[in-house]
């Protein structure tokens, strides 16, 4: 099992190169960054697991420009988000930084795609919550016509683009996508449709969650061991790990504290068990 970690990286946290290094050097498999571009200050959406939103959420790097620096500094780390709020970017833009990264990198790159639960922050995007998934889905749609090796020109409810002539492509024609979020009829609908996976946030509930999707994807044509499981944000333990590997698991990620040097690298240190 590959275990790899993710981290708040801020202005006060350890830096994405020495975390970068320090992953690669000690064996870890991946990094994956999560975003957010900004906390509105009226706070009207309440932080899914309750209480204060923790100061990480408004200082949290550009992960495209943290990752480009971790690309940089290692050879084999795998480079990723968790997640990337695809609905909130301009996709023609988003498909170039995904794709330069990725060519970078050496196809390093996993796109994670999720859906956000701050309300204020999609709004400021010009998103509308309540089709913020559709359109998630077609700014997919219109990524994967800019990567196709043909000018392909994609029409949508929501945007379009011409056929264009644009480098440099995801070296497999597209990363590897793992869409994140709670099990249930629709997100699974959407990892059928152009994802390789699912990335559940903190591993729960997998052993029940995860023969629907099988039966979901198989159902929609997909090859039963093509599908990625990757549990994400994971407080570890030895019986916790055990459990995903008797579920087929090849990959989890664990949480790193949005902490200084020192601290990062003691918990590194702790995590040197599961490797």
Same mark, same amino acid.
């Given at each position: 099992m590959r275990i790899s970690a993710t981290i708040f990286l801020t202005d006060e946290t350890i830096t994405p190169v020495r975390l970068a290094r320090e992953l690669e050097q000690r064996g870890f498999g991946g990094l994956y960054?999560?975003?957010?571009?900004?906390?509105?200050?009226?706070?009207?959406? &309440?932080?899914p697991a309750g #209480?204060?939103?923790?100061?990480?959420?408004?200082?949290?790097l550009d992960p495209f420009? %943290?990752? $480009?620096?971790a690309s940089a500094?290692?050879?084999?780390?795998?480079?990723?988000?968790?997640?990337?709020?695809?609905?909130?970017?301009?996709?023609?833009?988003?498909?170039?930084q995904i794709a330069t990264l990725d060519h970078l990198s050496g196809g390093r790159f996993t796109l994670g795609v999720g859906f956000g639960w701050n309300k204020e922050e999609a709004a400021?995007?010009?998103v509308e919550w309540k089709t913020r998934r559709e359109l998630g889905r077609e700014r997919m749609g219109l990524m994967r016509a800019l990567w196709s090796e043909q000018p392909t020109a994609f029409e949508g409810e929501f945007g379009s683009v011409r056929a264009?002539?644009?480098?440099?492509?995801?070296?497999?024609?597209? &990363?590897?996508?793992?869409? #994140?979020?709670?099990?249930?009829?629709?997100?699974?609908?959407?990892?059928?449709?152009? %994802?390789? $996976?699912?990335?559940?946030?903190?591993g729960r509930g997998l052993s029940e969650s995860i023969p629907v999707l099988r039966g979901v994807w198989e159902a929609a044509g997909r090859e039963?061991?093509?599908?990625?499981?990757?549990?994400?944000?994971?407080?570890?333990?030895?019986?916790?790990?055990?459990?995903?590997?008797?579920?087929?698991?090849?990959?989890?990620?664990?949480?790193?504290?949005?902490?200084?040097?020192?601290?990062?690298l003691r918990t590194l240190d702790s995590y040197a068990q599961f490797l």
């Open positions: 960054l999560p975003e957010h571009t900004h906390i509105p200050s009226s706070r009207d959406t &309440p932080y #209480g204060e939103l923790p100061r990480e959420y408004a200082r949290t420009v %943290a990752l $480009g620096q500094v290692t050879q084999r780390l795998l480079l990723g988000t968790g997640v990337t709020l695809v609905a909130q970017h301009d996709p023609i833009g988003l498909a170039k400021d995007h010009g264009s002539e644009v480098y440099p492509k995801p070296q497999d024609g597209a &990363p590897r996508i793992l869409v #994140g979020g709670a099990a249930g009829p629709k997100l699974f609908d959407h990892i059928t449709q152009y %994802a390789d $996976g699912w990335m559940p946030i903190g039963a061991k093509d599908l990625q499981v990757v549990p994400y944000a994971v407080l570890p333990s030895p019986g916790k790990l055990a459990h995903y590997a008797e579920l087929g698991i090849g990959e989890v990620v664990l949480q790193l504290p949005p902490a200084g040097e020192g601290q990062v």
